[in-house]
C-alpha cells in the first residue's frame, strides 16, 4: 500500500529566505507524485506533479521539487519565499495516471514572516 | 480561478439534520471525487465516479452519506443525519482522463452543532 509522509507539520521561515519542505513516500512502484497548496478558505490547487524523467521538475510560482528514488522522496523548494506563499502544502501520491486513489500527506503548514 | 463549483460554501446543520452539497466537475473531466477535510487536514476520500457510475467508495455502513452524479445535473453528498463528527470541510475534484491530477473546488465547510 501506498503512504505519504510529511515529517513537518509546521514551518516558519522568514520572507526572502529558502524553503525546502519535505515529503517521503512508500510505494511497491514507482508512483506518481504531486504538491498541492491549499491558501486559507480555498481548495487545493496544483503546484508541480513528476511523472518520470527529470528528476527535478518546475512549477508555478518559483516551486520546483526533485523527485529521488534512492530516498522515497520528493521534496517541494523554492529559492525566494514571499509572504504570499503562506499556506498549507500537501505532498500526494497515485500509482495510477488515472486519479482513482491519490493518497495525501497530512500537509505542511508554512509560515512566512514578513 | 477554481473551475470545479462547489455550493454551498458554508452550511450549518443541527444534530440529526440532513446537509446537501453540490459539486459541478469542470467540463471535461469523467472522473469525480469527494473527499472530507478535518481540522487537522487530513484526507479522507470518500467516493468516486466516472460518467455517473461508483468506481469506489468508503465502506457507509452507517449508510448516512450517499452521493450521486447524474448526467447534465450538479453531483451532489448528503449527509442524512448529520452528527458532530460530521463537520469537516468537504472538497470536490475531477480529474481529466490519464493525468492523475485533481482540480478542487473551494469546498463546502459543514458545520454540525
Known amino acids: 500500500a501506498q503512504s505519504v509522509t510529511q515529517p513537518d507539520a509546521r514551518v516558519t521561515v522568514s520572507e526572502g529566505a529558502s524553503l525546502q519542505l519535505r515529503c517521503k513516500y512508500s510505494?511497491?512502484?514507482?508512483?506518481?507524485l504531486f504538491w498541492y497548496v491549499q491558501y486559507p478558505r480555498q481548495g487545493l490547487q496544483l503546484l508541480l506533479k513528476y511523472y518520470s524523467g527529470d528528476p527535478v521538475v518546475q512549477g508555478v510560482n518559483g516551486f520546483e521539487a526533485e523527485f529521488s528514488k534512492s530516498n522515497s522522496s520528493f521534496h517541494l523548494r523554492k529559492a525566494s519565499v514571499h509572504w504570499s506563499d503562506s499556506a498549507v502544502y500537501f505532498c500526494?501520491?497515485?500509482?495510477?495516471?488515472?486519479?482513482?486513489?491519490?493518497?495525501f500527506g497530512k500537509g505542511t503548514h508554512l509560515h512566512v514572516l514578513p | 480561478n477554481s473551475k470545479v463549483i462547489q455550493t454551498p460554501r458554508y452550511l450549518v446543520k443541527g444534530q440529526g439534520q440532513k446537509a446537501k452539497m453540490r459539486c459541478i466537475p469542470e467540463?471535461?473531466?469523467?472522473?469525480v471525487f469527494w473527499y472530507q477535510q478535518n481540522k487537522n487536514n487530513e484526507f479522507k476520500f470518500l467516493i468516486n465516479?466516472?460518467?455517473?457510475?461508483?468506481?469506489?467508495q468508503i465502506d457507509m455502513t452507517e449508510k448516512r452519506f450517499s452521493a450521486e452524479c447524474p448526467s447534465n445535473s450538479p453531483c451532489s453528498l448528503e449527509i442524512q443525519s448529520s452528527e458532530a463528527g460530521d463537520s469537516a470541510l468537504y472538497l470536490c475534484?475531477?480529474?481529466?482522463?490519464?493525468?492523475?491530477?485533481?482540480?478542487f473546488g473551494e469546498g463546502s465547510k459543514l458545520t454540525v452543532l
Open positions: 510505494s511497491s512502484v514507482t508512483p506518481y
Open positions: 465516479f466516472q460518467n455517473q457510475e461508483v468506481l469506489q
Open positions: 467540463k471535461g473531466h469523467p472522473v
Open positions: 475534484a475531477s480529474s481529466p482522463p490519464n493525468t492523475g491530477q485533481l482540480y
Open positions: 500526494a501520491v497515485s500509482i495510477s495516471t488515472n486519479a482513482y486513489k491519490v493518497i
